[in-house]
Nanobody, 120 residues
Framework: VQLQASGGGSVQAGGSLRLYCASS????????MGWYRQGTGEQRELVAS???????NYASSVEGRFTISRDNAKNTVSLQMNNLKPEDTDVYYC???????????????WGQGTLVTVSS
């Protein structure tokens, strides 16, 4: 599975951006998809995720401001980010996972990062 993220950029606080991630390769096996972010010297953290069935999960810091959406037919995932804050500044990574033959174990894939910069 290969992931290609796009849509990052620079906005002022209160503005909006939409991130988009397209997948290719063995996309029929993709189960979960999501977005993570990572600052310099920090651990990568979950922003939002969604399962194939549509169940979503958000970091508390973005709930109510960000919305993740997914097209199962195309295996694409988007992240609409509204009311952006300076603390949302980070490199954002698209993620996808596929099941393995071992129950409960999945294989994770990452797209290249896309930088989001929010100025105050």
């Amino acid at each position: 599975v290969q992931l290609q993220a796009s849509g990052g950029g620079s906005v002022q606080a209160g503005g909006s951006l939409r991130l988009y991630c397209a997948s290719s390769g063995n996309i029929g096996s993709i189960d979960g998809m999501g977005w993570y972010r990572q600052g310099t010297g920090e651990q990568r953290e979950l922003v939002a995720s969604t399962t194939r069935s549509g169940r979503t999960n958000y970091a508390s810091s973005v709930e109510g401001r960000f919305t993740i959406s997914r097209d199962n037919a195309k295996n694409t995932v988007s992240l609409q980010m509204n009311n952006l804050k300076p603390e949302d500044t980070d490199v954002y990574y698209c993620q996808a996972d596929t099941p393995t033959k071992i129950a409960g174990l999945s294989r994770w894939f990452w797209g290249q990062g896309t930088l989001v910069t929010v100025s105050s």
